[in-house]
Structures are given as C-alpha cells and as structure tokens.
C-alpha cells in the first residue's frame, strides 16, 4: 500500500501521455503527499522557507509544479521515493517467494508486479 501511494504521489510529476492524471494535481488541490514530507524532512530551516514559498507562490500552475520538481530534484526525494517503491516491491516478493503454495506465490509476484509497475 505504501508503495503504491508513493508511486501515485510519483506519477503527479510524471509528463507521461499514457498517464491520465493531471500533472501536479494533489500540488493544485492541496493534498499532502509522501514526496512533500519526504521533502520537508530533507530541509533545513532555510529549505522549509523556501519549499513553504513554492507552495505558497502565485506563479502559474506549471510554472509552480516545474519549481516544487527542481526543488525535489535537489532534496533527492524522487531518488528516495523509487527506493522505498523498490524496498517494498522485494518485500512483497520475498513474502510471495516464502508461500507454501508456489501457484499462490506467482500469483502475488504477477499482482506486485501489475500494482507497482
């Protein structure tokens, strides 16, 4: 489950055409994510000020997402987010590889690797 928000809150910065979302939509509606506490954790005072000024700004819509991007580039949170997708996606395997029915197991295996792809 965790894995699976950290990967939705990812896909919110994602210019991917295949993606229906709108890109920085929980930024617009306001809606905290794991990649902003990741960020505020980075922080320092001097970086809370700043993000706290990114989210606050009334630059355009666009220009606000690419400006909170750049910033979660430099406090390495996308880094922090794909290795905690990744943590969770070999526990999830290692849990299935640990079942005592090998159907079961590759069924886990094919349903973590649909959820977390």
Excluded: W
Aim: glycine fraction near 6%.
């Amino acid at each position: 489950g965790v894995a699976y928000q950290v990967l939705n809150d990812l896909k919110d910065f994602s210019d991917d055409p295949q993606d229906k979302t709108l890109i920085g939509s929980d930024l617009t509606s306001r809606r905290p994510t794991l990649l902003l506490a990741f960020a505020r954790q980075a922080c320092d005072r001097a970086g809370k000020r700043r993000l706290s000024g990114l989210l606050r700004s009334k630059a355009d819509e666009r220009t606000k997402i690419e400006q909170l991007r750049q910033f979660y580039i430099e406090c390495g949170v996308f880094d922090k987010s794909h290795a905690l997708v990744e943590k969770y996606r070999q526990c999830a395997h290692a849990v299935g590889a640990g079942v005592a029915l090998p159907a079961l197991g590759e069924l886990m295996h094919f349903i973590t690797e649909i959820v977390l792809k």
